[in-house]
């Protein structure tokens, strides 16, 4: 079992990470990847570069390795210095204990070696560290940026920060080479999921509490200065694709529904123009996605509010 090396104490980050709709939503399939039996509320995926293999955060505290349809799921690391297995395992995901920690984003920063991979992870309650010899890393220098979803209230503080409409979420970089974090971007309201263009120019930041995706620049002659681009209910992790792309777990909104918040996946692309919608309410209702990432001709959906890792192949 790996432990988690903690190098600032500072990510309280909830990462909870319109376009037509997609034409292709009738002919795909969906598939479950079950958890394990005691396995509640998957946050993220991290994949393993050239395999099927990826990890992913419970609720307990454990992040979990996914070794594919043969041996599946085994323990591979957690924050918590003192986690003990009797106590924590199958931890209610309603209630996150802080002797048990609670991972939330996580990204790899892929070497040429599987063994030289190191797994950045976000914790609610033990901060920004790395397992191993998201969150996102900036592949070609191994920078690593995440969010703060409040400098104010953590985890077990949610209800409060959302009815005080808390805005002091911040975007913060890891620089690789001098170890240091640093704040980039200030005042966010609930600043949930981070992804960086592929030449490190911008971020794209969802703010959960004010329904918007900011785009911050990162470079040029004004840099830090932002724009909202996308207005989404409920906008979560976002994830680059290969090609550049964007997708961002979010809602949309339909008035006919009782319950009229309904989850969907929304590929966008570097100027936040919206290229695709997938509605995800056939197979969860109304329950809340947080991330949509693609791996190679596959969508994986991860929910805190059920038991598996969604797979859609189209």
Not at 75 to 101: E, Q, W, Y
Not at 173 to 185: A, E, W
Not at 275 to 294: A, C, F, I, P, S
Request: glycine share 8%; charged share 20%.
């Amino acid at each position: 079992m790996k432990m988690y090396i903690i190098i600032a104490p500072i990510c309280l980050t909830f990462i909870f990470h319109f376009c037509f709709l997609s034409t292709l939503v009738s002919a795909i399939s969906f598939n479950k990847i079950q958890l394990p039996t005691n396995a509640k509320g998957p946050e993220a995926l991290a994949f393993e570069l050239g395999t099927s293999r990826f990890f992913t955060g419970l609720a307990d505290g454990r992040i979990l390795k996914y070794q594919g349809t043969t041996i599946r799921f085994v323990d591979f690391g957690f924050a918590a210095p003192n986690r003990s297995k009797s106590v924590c395992d199958g931890t209610d995901t309603s209630n996150p204990n802080l002797v048990c920690g609670r991972p939330l984003g996580m990204a790899l920063h892929h070497q040429t070696q599987i063994q030289q991979q190191r797994l950045y992870v976000c914790d609610a309650f033990f901060g920004f560290g790395v397992l191993g010899p998201e969150v996102h890393v900036h592949q070609p220098t191994g920078n690593v940026y995440f969010t703060d979803v409040s400098a104010v209230y953590g985890i077990r503080d949610f209800e409060t920060e959302v009815s005080v409409q808390d805005s002091t979420g911040r975007l913060l970089k890891y620089d690789v080479k001098s170890k240091q974090v640093t704040v980039l971007f200030r005042n966010l309201s609930g600043a949930a999921g981070v992804a960086v263009d592929e030449q490190e120019k911008f971020a794209l930041v969802s703010e959960f509490l004010a329904n918007k995706t900011r785009k911050i620049w990162l470079q040029g002659q004004r840099p830090y200065r932002s724009e909202i681009v996308n207005s989404l209910p409920r906008p979560d992790n976002i994830k680059r694709t290969r090609l550049d792309n964007f997708w961002l777990a979010a809602a949309r909104l339909d008035q006919q529904m009782q319950s009229n918040l309904l989850p969907v996946g929304v590929r966008i692309n570097g100027n936040c123009s919206v290229l695709e919608t997938v509605n995800l309410e056939r197979w969860y209702g109304n329950k809340k996605v947080t991330e949509v990432q693609e791996y190679g001709s596959k969508l994986y959906i991860v929910s805190r509010s059920v038991n598996f890792i969604g797979v859609i192949n189209y």
